[in-house]
């Protein structure tokens, strides 16, 4: 093994203390049993912030519930407006899931998810997606040994345009027009909770909202072509994301989850959190060093080896191909592709 693999697979040391830290932030919420995954869905035309139950097959339209509640709606229907309250809209919730709990009014007031359709949490974000390229060595290697640059010493940003966005069960497109080599990449992405500037790496986990899933969509034609990643990485419907987003107190460790990519049944993508060369404390404090972090900004933390441009030979994606993206401790995206 040659020594710019060996360097490039690092392991990720966080110390004791630190997390320490992260699980006594979500200790509280845990000792509760309160589980928070945290979907946006639309049911009769009316776009809502709800709540996934832990099977994830019943949603609690938020809105309705308090109305029923206390007679008035005050929770916004914007994700990034609820995440913009902090705890104040995570202590609703909780004070929600009670009354519904002790008043017995599961059965009348949860939806079934076949009901309603699944939004991505965020369906607009006010900014580019910020994503890590190469954070895996493995994957690093693999397109080291396909020409197209080395591995990174420090970390490698690029952006994905908003109008990428698409939700679960979606169906990305695959431009025949523009590319002839599209690519899948399932990632671990990152929700920011709370504005931010010049972060250190010791507080990152504050700044957390929580955790979703996505896959960048890349063209790899255009990207070795364009060389910069911009124009190969924001094709329109080139980023589904969801199911929903899992609030940090439900991950005890962001830094060991299994990550698994499926391709019409096909594993291609088989890794786990723990081999990132740049941690989710790290990618925080960079990123906003002269830039500011706001909520409902989303940062993917890069993907695995096993895409489809480093089989030999490639396998790019095609009409009808069925893709599914499983994170450990969040759940599975699923979408497909079309023309």
């Not at 409902?296 to 993907?303: K, S």
Request: hydrophobic share 35%; with cysteine.
């Amino acid at each position: 093994m040659n020594d710019s693999l060996l360097k490039a697979q690092k392991t990720v040391r966080i110390e004791k203390g630190f997390l320490k830290d992260i699980q006594n932030v979500n200790n509280e919420r845990k000792q509760r049993g309160v589980f928070m995954k945290f979907v946006t869905a639309k049911s009769e035309d009316q776009t809502f912030v709800g709540l996934a139950d832990e099977s994830g097959k019943k949603i609690l339209p938020l809105g309705m519930a308090e109305e029923r509640k206390s007679g008035e709606n005050s929770i916004p229907s914007s994700m990034i407006e609820c995440i913009e309250l902090g705890d104040a809209f995570l202590t609703k919730v909780e004070e929600l899931l009670q009354w519904i709990e002790q008043e017995g009014l599961e059965e009348e007031l949860y939806l079934s998810i076949e009901s309603v359709k699944l939004l991505a949490p965020i369906p607009r974000p006010l900014k580019n997606i910020f994503c890590v390229g190469k954070n895996y060595a493995e994957h690093a290697v693999e397109l080291r040994n396909l020409g197209t640059g080395d591995i990174p010493e420090h970390i490698l940003i690029f952006t994905k345009a908003p109008t990428t966005v698409i939700g679960p069960n979606e169906a990305a497109l695959l431009h025949p027009n523009a590319t002839e080599k599209l690519d899948y990449e399932g990632e671990l992405a990152i929700v920011i909770g709370k504005k931010g500037t010049a972060i250190p790496k010791e507080e990152a986990f504050d700044y957390v909202f929580g955790y979703t899933i996505i896959d960048d969509i890349t063209a790899r034609d255009l990207q070795v072509q364009h060389k910069q990643f911009f124009i190969g990485k924001s094709l329109d419907a080139s980023c589904p994301m969801g199911p929903w987003i899992v609030h940090k107190s439900c991950i005890e460790n962001p830094h060991q989850l299994h990550i698994q990519t499926k391709v019409n049944g096909e594993v291609r993508q088989d890794s786990n959190s723990k081999k990132f060369m740049f941690p989710i404390d790290e990618i925080i404090s960079v990123l906003s060093k002269g830039m500011t972090l706001e909520p409902g900004d989303i940062i993917a933390t890069g993907t695995p080896a096993g895409v489809g441009h480093a089989f030999n030979p490639p396998k790019y994606l095609k009409d009808g191909d069925v893709i599914e993206i499983t994170v450990e401790g969040i759940g599975t995206l699923v979408h497909t592709m079309k023309n």
